[in-house]
């Protein structure tokens, strides 16, 4: 049996007739912000690029847009070009001055829909920063920079090209306040370079751009015609991108519909005392601190079973207070983390308190739209070294269509989290679901306390937070 397939636990083949035992495929997914939309912005230096770039952004009124400049890609001059760089004598607008190579690689881990690091560039030090600026899950991505239509490897990756005119005494005018202001360089310095480089490269290298461009726009931000055609365009592509993904997630709940559970999937054990539990909590009379108190109790064993499947152990011998007595035992192997889907993953946070004190935590925050039913990620906020867990949880109570487990998952993937040290907590979860996200993760653990009705309304948080 390959990889990516599991076969039935014994307890679901009894279901199936004539023998015959369906096997969970490894399904493919792409979350809403895979295949990134990549604006390309070029033109003169001073031409209004940045400004055009950031009205585009302002007609869009989307969360999910990202301004990515190409001045982080200069290379570092060094040696005597970095005192030429102090003196006003080295060519920044050259496509020498770039570095292309790891542009486009920043480029097709964004468009792959993967977290990358794009580095700071300091105009005043002539150098990298130590820090980076990191890019993540953008719908929509704007390059903008004198030579984003340059290089053809970048030209391949652009779903737009838009090249920006202006007047050149506008750009020079433009260049001169924002050196002077911003870069802490001279008049005489400013106009030293834009004779000596900015001038002469516009027409051997910047200008020649406008050939390749899809839209050629004049006047920059006062060009309100040519930003709504941008936002327009821009509009119907997510449109259509947000229908696929739908398309992808129903599809996915009718492939596994039939589908036994993954042996990856452990079902809390029922004894009575959990039976006791869950016929209280689903009193509907019941007042909210005592649904809290008894809530709490069942997250403790869900993260104990949690741990007990996630991590691994090795041998540990402790002194014990007996005098010459040494008990050998065992301890867990490695650090374990959590994230917790917003809002309601914070009704396990007690539970897991309890049971690891000290367990880092991150958080995601995970909201459908409810005008087209989508799963959306609005927010994310994870542990820096979160791949060098040995385990890494889960958290949300309810796991109702599937969807926004899908999108936390990858999540953590895209951070760099091994499939087989995520562990999804939750107190109750739909079969469907379950199986849409086995489907796709196979090499993930869930553990769940009830298998409930596909597509059960969200009620856990709602009693438990009270709101």
């Not at 001055?97 to 690091?117: M, Q, R, S």
């Not at 941008?230 to 259509?240: A, G, M, Q």
């Not at 004190?357 to 909201?367: A, M, S, V």
């Amino acid at each position: 049996m390959s990889t990516g397939q599991r076969q039935l636990s014994p307890s679901s083949r009894a279901h199936l007739p004539n023998g015959h035992f369906p096997v969970l495929q490894r399904a493919h997914y792409e979350p809403p912000w895979s295949n990134t939309s990549i604006i390309g912005v070029a033109g003169s230096s001073g031409s209004g690029k940045t400004s055009l770039s950031l009205a585009i952004i302002n007609q869009l009124s989307l969360p999910w847009v990202v301004l990515m400049s190409m001045d982080s890609f200069y290379i570092p001059p060094q040696g005597e070009q970095l005192q030429a760089a102090f003196r006003n004598e080295y060519d920044f607008d050259s496509p020498k001055a770039i570095d292309f190579d790891l542009l486009v690689e920043k480029l097709a881990e964004i468009k792959a829909g993967k977290k990358t690091d794009i580095p700071v560039y300091s105009f005043e030090k002539h150098a990298r920063l130590a820090h980076t600026t990191s890019i993540y899950s953008p719908h929509v991505l704007i390059l903008e920079g004198i030579f984003a239509l340059h290089d053809p490897r970048v030209r391949d990756m652009l779903d737009l090209k838009i090249f920006c005119e202006a007047e050149s005494d506008l750009c020079l005018s433009r260049r001169l306040i924002r050196d002077i202001r911003e870069r802490g360089r001279d008049i005489e310095g400013v106009i030293k370079q834009w004779f000596a480089f900015v001038k002469p490269n516009f027409t051997k290298y910047v200008e020649p751009q406008r050939n390749v461009a899809d839209l050629i726009v004049p006047r920059g931000i006062e060009n309100k015609v040519a930003i709504s055609m941008v936002s327009d365009r821009i509009h119907k592509t997510l449109k259509e991108k947000s229908k696929e993904h739908q398309q992808k997630l129903r599809h996915l709940g009718q492939v596994s519909e039939d589908m036994a559970l993954s042996d990856h999937i452990n079902i809390l054990e029922h004894t009575n005392q959990v039976r006791g539990i869950n016929t209280i909590l689903m009193d509907p009379d019941l007042d909210r601190e005592e649904f809290i108190f008894y809530f709490d109790r069942l997250a403790v064993m869900l993260i104990d079973k949690a741990t007990e499947v996630g991590t691994r152990f090795k041998p540990c011998a402790v002194h014990t207070p007996v005098p010459d007595e040494i008990y050998q035992g065992l301890q867990v192997d490695g650090e374990v983390s959590a994230v917790v889907i917003l809002r309601g993953g914070s009704c396990l946070e007690t539970g897991l308190k309890r049971v690891i004190p000290d367990c880092r935590t991150g958080r995601i925050l995970i909201q459908t739209n409810v005008r087209i039913g989508e799963p959306e990620l609005h927010f994310h906020s994870l542990v820096e070294d979160l791949a060098e867990y040995r385990c890494v949880m889960l958290l949300d109570p309810q796991m109702s269509s599937g969807g926004a487990a899908l999108m936390a998952v990858r999540v953590l993937l895209d951070h760099g989290v091994k499939e087989d040290r995520i562990v999804f907590v939750t107190y109750m979860a739909g079969k469907m679901a379950l199986n849409r996200l086995m489907s796709v993760y196979p090499e993930i653990k869930v553990v769940v306390c009830r298998i409930v009705e596909d597509l059960e309304p969200r009620w856990v948080e709602e009693r438990y937070l009270g709101c």
